[in-house]
Every structure is written in structure tokens, then in C-alpha cells.
């Protein structure tokens, strides 16, 4: 059963859901650019994978992988031996694995790198960790380089990378780079209950550009995974909605 919203399905940045998402999602879009790819270009799903802490354990839709903790023991009493407690106790900090996805578009012959499509995590987007600056680094070293960059970001919460100058507020966005001097931005702002614009996929001149049909892609993942299933449409999504979202997502939900 396909999703209610003809675009992006808010549910799927429920805690617990995207992480599984986000890397059938870059999976879709490799398997989709590909037969548009060859002979000359091969695409690749690239994974790195860095631990990140927070605190105030406010990074949803991650799950612990190890603890690291500072805490003194104290011997009990009638222990011969004397042992200095530690003079510093901290509570445990969880330290988040988090996986940063992208799809890589790389010429077959002598695979250099064309093309980075960047779909932009939790992690990406939590301005104080570890992977937002991490990520910020890669995004600054891509603009620098011969690389076109293509970012999406399909998460209403946390901090927007994507920026600039007079843009609607929309709950999503999509940003293409190209590596043309100087480098302009072309910016595509997504909305709730709307569909997904067909976005196009940079290569080597003169090659043309090739299209990534979103929700083509979304579609397939949301079909694949038996989302219909997992995600419950009677709650409201994660983050917190404005009165206007509540209401559209409210509808299409009824239908």
C-alpha cells in the first residue's frame, strides 16, 4: 500500500525509522541513476560511520552504540589497601554511532569523482555534534573542489544547512551545486502534500544531466520496507507541527 503524501511522508523521521530509511532511500537512488549511468559513469553508496555525543540525549532516530563514563569507586570498608577516589565523577555519556550516507557518481574508466549527492541525516542537522561540523568540512572541501554537489535534505527537524537569500519557509529542500566557476546554487524548496520535483543529476561536459526522480525512489522504499505497517498515522510525526501542518497532515491522513 503506497503512502498518503504524494511528496515526502513526514512519519518517516519517526524515532527508530529513519535510520533504516535514509540507507534504502540512498540504495533507491543508486539503483535508479544507474542504467541512466553507463557505460561511462558507475554510482556508489558511500558509508562513514563516526561516533558523536550528546549530552542532553536529544539525538532521535539514533540508538546508543557504547557508553563511555568517568566515575570513581570507592573501596569498602576494612580494604587494606588505600585507594584515592577519583576527585572528578561524571555521568555517563552516550556516544551515538551515526552513519553519514551519500551516493557517489564516479566516471567508470579512472573513477574520479563527479558527482556527491549528499541526503542529509539527524546527525547532519544537530548544530553542537561532532558529524554536523564533520559534515560542514566535507560540504566546504566539495565547493572547493571540481565536484558537483547535490544535497537533500528530507527532515523537517534540527538545523538547516541549506541556505540563502529569500527562501519560503518549507519543510524540506533540495540544493544543487554545480562545479562551475563561479558556483551558483540552484534551490528547490518542498512542501507537505505536495509531490517531489524531479531533480537533475550533474555529470562531466558535455555529458547532459540525468534526471533522480525522488519520489519515484521514495515510493519504491516506502513499498519495499512495508512502512504502511510500521508508521502510525494516528499520531502526530515528530518534530512538533505548526497549526497549518497539523491540519493538511490531519487530512491526507483521513483519506
Known amino acids: 500500500m503506497p503512502s498518503p503524501f504524494p511528496g515526502m511522508d513526514p512519519y518517516l523521521e519517526a524515532d527508530g525509522v529513519w535510520p533504516g530509511f535514509h540507507h534504502e532511500l540512498s540504495v533507491a537512488i543508486k539503483a535508479q541513476l544507474i542504467p541512466e549511468l553507463r557505460p561511462n559513469y558507475h554510482a556508489n553508496v558511500e558509508i562513514t560511520i563516526i561516533y558523536d555525543f550528546w549530552p542532553d540525549n536529544k539525538s532521535y532516530a539514533m540508538q546508543p552504540n557504547v557508553a563511555i563514563t568517568n566515575e570513581a569507586w570507592y573501596p569498602q570498608r576494612g580494604v587494606a589497601v588505600a ?5 572528578i565523577v561524571q555521568a555517563t555519556i552516550p556516544a551515538i554511532e551515526v552513519k553519514l550516507l551519500a551516493v557517489h557518481i564516479y566516471t567508470t574508466q579512472d573513477r574520479q569523482l563527479v558527482t556527491s549527492i549528499e541526503i ?23 565547493l572547493n573542489s571540481a565536484v558537483h554537489l547535490l544535497e537533500l535534505d528530507l527532515l523537517r527537524a534540527g538545523s538547516r544547512i541549506i541556505m540563502g537569500s ?13 562545479a562551475k566557476k563561479p558556483r551558483r546554487v540552484e534551490i528547490w524548496p518542498m512542501f507537505l502534500g505536495q509531490p517531489l520535483p524531479v531533480l537533475p543529476v550533474p555529470l562531466l561536459d558535455p555529458d547532459p544531466d540525468i534526471p533522480l526522480d525522488l519520489n519515484a525512489a521514495i515510493a ?19 518534530p512538533p ?8 497532515i490531519k487530512k491526507i491522513t483521513a483519506m
Open 83 to 87: 585507594i584515592a577516589p577519583a576527585p
Open 120 to 142: 542529509h541525516s539527524p546527525a547532519n542537522k544537530v548544530s553542537q555534534g561532532k558529524s554536523f561540523s564533520q559534515y560542514l568540512r566535507k560540504r566546504r572541501r566539495l
Open 166 to 178: 529569500n527562501l519560503p519557509e518549507a519543510p524540506y529542500f533540495a540544493a544543487l551545486s554545480r
Open 220 to 238: 519504491t522504499v516506502y513499498d519495499n520496507g512495508g512502512y504502511d505497517y510500521i508508521l502510525n498515522y494516528q499520531q502526530p510525526p515528530p
Open 241 to 248: 507541527l505548526t497549526e497549518t501542518e497539523r491540519a493538511l
